[in-house]
């Protein structure tokens, strides 16, 4: 039976879009499209830019969740939310929130301008250590993070660097291969 690691699936950091972070949210944008457009191997687009600082170590990553979520500036006042299930959370609940904080009551244009200039560590997500993966772990080990923190993507690291990125739509692109063999 063939084994895949981590490192046989992973993006290698120099193959995916980084910034530093102290650059601009519309610089990190303005990468993000560049990205998508020359990571020709999958038809997959990049969902996220990791952030490194000035020793040129990945620091964060900022995903489209992040750039949508700065729009709105109230949403810091309920913390970090990544963990936190809606499921079960009725439609009504959902607008009463909206309603009580007053959120998305400006316009999209003007949030826009506001955003633009922020800096990336600023908006940046700092990754916890059960969203890291070492690059000799196994596609399993690596399935069962997924799964578990219902994560879009690990930083892979080696000796406790970050070297890659392994993205859950690789990893389903792979084993779509696999079970496409079995066809009946």
């Known amino acids: 039976?063939?084994?895949?690691?981590?490192?046989?699936?992973?993006?290698?950091?120099?193959?995916?879009?980084?910034?530093?972070?102290?650059?601009?949210?519309?610089?990190?944008?303005?990468?993000?499209?560049?990205?998508?457009?020359?990571?020709?191997?999958?038809?997959?687009?990049?969902?996220?830019?990791?952030?490194?600082?000035?020793?040129?170590?990945?620091?964060?990553?900022?995903?489209?969740?992040?750039v949508i979520k700065c729009l709105e500036p109230k949403y810091e006042t309920f913390g970090d939310m990544r963990s936190t299930s809606l499921s079960g959370v009725s439609p009504m609940l959902i607008k009463s929130m909206m309603e009580k904080y007053s959120l998305w009551q400006v316009d999209l244009d003007v949030i826009c301008s506001r955003v633009a200039g922020k800096k990336i560590k600023d908006v940046m997500y700092k990754p916890a250590e059960g969203e890291k993966i070492e690059a000799d772990a196994t596609l399993g080990e690596a399935l069962h993070n997924f799964i578990i923190g219902h994560h879009q993507s690990l930083l892979v690291t080696k000796d406790s660097e970050i070297i890659g990125i392994l993205r859950l739509v690789d990893v389903f692109k792979l084993i779509c291969e696999k079970v496409k063999k079995y066809r009946i």
């Open 1 to 66: 039976m063939q084994k895949f690691l981590v490192r046989d699936v992973m993006v290698p950091l120099e193959r995916y879009a980084t910034i530093h972070e102290d650059r601009l949210l519309i610089d990190a944008i303005d990468a993000l499209e560049k990205a998508q457009k020359s990571f020709e191997e999958s038809p997959y687009v990049h969902r996220a830019i990791l952030v490194y600082d000035d020793n040129k170590k990945i620091v964060g990553k900022v995903t489209q969740w992040d």
